[in-house]
């Protein structure tokens, strides 16, 4: 596992269990600059796709809950 995708999956992680502890509205950084490109779409790594789609899958998740809650 590369560097990025050990920071990638970081995270994913902390996406996930701030969701699950009823976190919506969160802010992240990374001194991985890779990262940051691929996140902001600026890189395309086909072999970080499941990752990405996951992190678009609750970065989609986090949008939607904190709509209900009213932020």
């Known amino acids: 596992m590369s560097p990025m995708h050990a920071e990638f999956t970081i995270l ?3 996406m996930k269990n701030s969701l699950q502890l009823g976190v919506t509205s969160m802010s992240f950084e990374s001194d991985c600059l890779q990262l940051v490109k691929l996140i902001n ?3 395309d ?3 970080m796709a499941n990752s990405l789609i996951y992190y678009l899958f609750l ?3 986090q949008f939607l809950l904190s709509q209900e809650s009213g932020m």
């Open 12 to 14: 994913l992680y902390a």
């Open 41 to 43: 779409d600026e890189e």
């Open 45 to 47: 790594w086909p072999a």
């Open 59 to 61: 970065l989609c998740f």
